[in-house]
């Protein structure tokens, strides 16, 4: 019986603790850029990969293909966001790349990410930290299923930072 509720009780403060990390980061994105949580997503996934197409970047970020063209006009509009030339061999898909404003708020946005994430894992010390690294390495792919959730869960990361081939999501089989 003990174990049952030490399980709940790990399910719990795991639970609590995932919602603060998310209230968190979504509070820094909109005081450092003003933001909101699709934006803030499609503006580091066009950082990250310069010359997306407006389907790929629906796909990352969940949303529907008439809302992302949506936020991307609002982008467009706000200076961050520029349209190419077409894309994937299709003159009607447009290939997205930010601007210099664009630039700022990309990283401004990876910064406010970390800056969470940082106050929360530098309670740990090295060991800790590298233990957690495991577990979390072990814990992730269980939550994420195969397909466009394995780029939706990434859609705020800081691809520069990932270490491709000790990803846990981009690993899975």
Do not use: W, Y
């Not at 030490?6 to 509070?27: C, H, P, Q, T, W």
């Amino acid at each position: 019986m003990t174990r049952d509720l030490e399980k709940l009780r790990l399910e719990n403060i795991l639970g609590a603790m995932s919602l603060a990390l998310v209230d968190k980061m979504e509070k820094a994105f909109g005081t450092e850029t003003g933001l909101g949580p699709s934006a803030v997503a499609a503006v580091i996934q066009i950082g990250s990969n310069p010359g997306l197409s407006i389907e790929t970047l629906r796909r990352f970020i969940a949303l529907t293909h008439s809302a992302t063209v949506r936020l991307v006009d609002h982008l467009v509009e706000q200076g961050l966001v520029l349209r190419g030339e077409g894309t994937e061999g299709d003159r009607r898909s447009k290939a997205l790349r930010l601007t210099d404003k664009g630039d700022d708020v990309f990283g401004r946005n990876l910064a406010a990410r970390r800056g969470v994430i940082e106050r929360a894992v530098g309670a740990l010390n090295p060991e800790e930290t590298l233990s957690l690294g495991q577990l979390v390495e072990k814990l992730l792919p269980a939550l994420v299923d195969m397909g466009d959730d394995q780029n939706v869960v990434c859609r705020v990361c800081d691809e520069a930072a990932c270490v491709r081939e000790r990803c846990p999501i981009s690993h899975m089989a």
